[in-house]
């Protein structure tokens, strides 16, 4: 057994230090107002970014689902865990991510752990950057490759990273975040796309949050840049670095451009994606090449040794993906509340950082404060919880604010003139 005082002194180290975590109970769907201790409340802490998860034509489809398919899948799906719905929905992804094949996973953070496990090990390399997601880091450590870290968004380092280990014996792997989830800024990837291209170094990337926000069809980040790779088969958006010209402009430029021919260049092994976020349901993905997916079939161990995902969560997912290419209007509306939000709140003297999509840090350094104005907050009826270490570097906590469709203007204009009255 653990040694209890061990246990204790922990939790109250954590208690001490303003890093002490603990859960909330929702008590109703998500959405722009939830309940909380028995109260509707204003959140502003959902990844919901389409209004999707509790979208009638969504829980139609996973109603539907559970009345033919059941809920549990029952096995692993290379037992008997894989079903027609599953088929369907890797299909789906495939034609929304061009590319020639995609592959379902429980989780994000499982998708994660299958490919980057299955692509690299001991006596490899990968190189990623400082704010990636946890499961990215984790995925590296059980690979058993050796983790480089360079600073956040800098190509430069990342490149000189890349050189130094050029003649070592060993595969390379650049992963990173397209969108990074704390900070809400894009990764540069056209140059790190340029990187990888000319040093024969794989590239894996985590659009989670940039899949049904960015891009002319909603796919992310890499089809907003034009960036190919093995297996892909339809035509993508070939749009300007965004952060060439002023990160509103630019990230506007990743809905509004109608997509065109690409030219095949510098490309993608591998794109990990959610079903959890813009899409509102559960699950993850990666998009590749058919072969990629077939490695991943018989190496990634998140996949060989996990439940299916329920044939309902992927049926819900399949009328997501339709809503998400029917109605572009609902990415360009999450994208324009976020550009008139953190106007409010660099108006109002807030510290935003370098966001540039619905995810907005409001940074204010120590984890008492962050909690302290989530708490005031939440007396004025606004759910947004703090963030600490670490999941964020110390001295960097914050409130994230995480936007949807469904806010309005007069949401933004209420939680700005909250946090103005809370910051006394």
């Given at each position: 057994?653990?040694?209890?005082?061990?246990?204790?002194?922990?939790?109250?180290?954590?208690?001490?230090?303003?890093?002490?975590?603990?859960?909330?109970?929702?008590?109703?769907?998500?959405?722009?107002?939830v309940m909380v201790g028995g109260r509707v409340v204003l959140q502003f802490a959902s990844n919901n970014y389409l209004g999707l998860a509790n979208d009638l034509r969504v829980r139609e489809a996973a109603a539907e689902a559970v009345k033919r398919w059941g809920w549990g899948a029952g096995a692993s799906r290379l037992l008997s865990g894989h079903t027609e719905a599953h088929a369907a929905l890797e299909a789906d992804l495939a034609?929304?991510?061009?590319?020639?094949?995609?592959?379902?996973?429980?989780?994000?953070?499982?998708?994660?752990?299958?490919?980057?496990?299955?692509?690299?090990?001991?006596?490899?390399?990968?190189?990623?950057?400082?704010?990636?997601?946890?499961?990215?880091?984790?995925?590296?450590?059980?690979?058993?490759?050796?983790?480089?870290?360079?600073?956040?968004?800098?190509?430069?380092?990342?490149?000189?990273?890349?050189?130094?280990?050029?003649?070592?014996?060993?595969?390379?792997?650049?992963?990173?975040?397209?969108?990074?989830?704390?900070?809400?800024?894009?990764?540069?990837?056209?140059?790190?796309?340029?990187?990888?291209?000319?040093?024969?170094?794989?590239?894996?990337?985590?659009?989670?949050?940039?899949?049904?926000?960015?891009?002319?069809?909603?796919?992310?980040?890499?089809?907003?840049?034009?960036?190919?790779?093995?297996?892909?088969?339809?035509?993508?958006?070939?749009?300007?670095?965004?952060?060439?010209?002023?990160?509103?402009?630019?990230?506007?430029?990743?809905?509004?451009?109608?997509?065109?021919?690409?030219?095949?260049?510098?490309?993608?092994?591998?794109?990990?994606?959610?079903?959890?976020?813009?899409?509102?349901?559960?699950?993850?993905?990666?998009?590749?090449?058919?072969?990629?997916?077939?490695?991943?079939?018989?190496?990634?161990?998140?996949?060989?040794?996990?439940?299916?995902?329920?044939?309902?969560?992927?049926?819900?997912?399949?009328?997501?993906?339709?809503?998400?290419?029917?109605?572009?209007?609902?990415?360009?509306?999450?994208?324009?509340?976020?550009?008139?939000?953190?106007?409010?709140?660099?108006?109002?003297?807030?510290?935003?950082?370098?966001?540039?999509?619905?995810?907005?840090?409001?940074?204010?350094?120590?984890?008492?404060?962050?909690?302290?104005?989530?708490?005031?907050?939440?007396?004025?009826?606004?759910?947004?919880?703090?963030?600490?270490?670490?999941?964020?570097?110390?001295?960097?906590?914050?409130?994230?604010?995480?936007?949807?469709?469904?806010?309005?203007?007069?949401?933004?204009?209420?939680?700005?003139?909250?946090?103005?009255?809370?910051?006394?």
């Amino acid at each position: 057994m653990p040694d209890p005082d061990f246990i204790r002194a922990t939790l109250t180290d954590l208690k001490a230090e303003g890093l002490y975590r603990q859960l909330v109970a929702i008590g109703s769907a998500a959405g722009p107002h939830v309940m909380v201790g028995g109260r509707v409340v204003l959140q502003f802490a959902s990844n919901n970014y389409l209004g999707l998860a509790n979208d009638l034509r969504v829980r139609e489809a996973a109603a539907e689902a559970v009345k033919r398919w059941g809920w549990g899948a029952g096995a692993s799906r290379l037992l008997s865990g894989h079903t027609e719905a599953h088929a369907a929905l890797e299909a789906d992804l495939a034609a929304f991510k061009h590319t020639e094949a995609a592959l379902v996973f429980p989780t994000g953070y499982m998708a994660n752990l299958g490919v980057i496990t299955a692509l690299v090990g001991r006596g490899d390399f990968v190189f990623a950057d400082r704010a990636n997601h946890a499961s990215i880091v984790d995925a590296i450590k059980l690979s058993g490759a050796q983790l480089i870290r360079y600073p956040h968004a800098d190509v430069d380092a990342a490149a000189q990273a890349i050189k130094k280990h050029a003649g070592l014996p060993g595969r390379r792997m650049l992963v990173t975040d397209t969108v990074f989830s704390m900070d809400g800024d894009l990764a540069p990837l056209a140059a790190l796309a340029d990187v990888c291209a000319g040093t024969g170094t794989m590239l894996v990337l985590d659009e989670a949050h940039a899949t049904g926000v960015l891009g002319a069809t909603g796919a992310g980040l890499a089809e907003a840049v034009g960036l190919g790779g093995e297996g892909v088969r339809s035509p993508m958006c070939k749009a300007p670095d965004p952060l060439a010209s002023g990160v509103a402009e630019g990230v506007r430029s990743l809905t509004d451009r109608a997509p065109d021919p690409l030219v095949p260049g510098p490309g993608v092994l591998a794109s990990v994606g959610t079903l959890s976020k813009a899409l509102g349901g559960i699950g993850g993905f990666v998009a590749a090449s058919r072969e990629v997916c077939d490695l991943l079939v018989n190496r990634a161990r998140p996949f060989i040794y996990s439940t299916a995902l329920p044939a309902a969560a992927c049926e819900a997912a399949r009328a997501a993906l339709r809503i998400v290419r029917e109605e572009p209007e609902r990415r360009r509306r999450v994208l324009d509340l976020a550009d008139r939000l953190r106007a409010l709140l660099r108006e109002n003297g807030f510290d935003t950082g370098a966001s540039a999509t619905p995810i907005i840090p409001i940074l204010v350094g120590e984890p008492e404060r962050a909690l302290a104005l989530a708490a005031a907050l939440l007396e004025q009826g606004i759910f947004c919880p703090a963030i600490r270490p670490p999941t964020v570097p110390r001295g960097t906590s914050r409130l994230r604010v995480s936007l949807t469709a469904e806010h309005t203007d007069e949401d933004l204009t209420r939680l700005v003139e909250a946090l103005v009255r809370a910051r006394g």
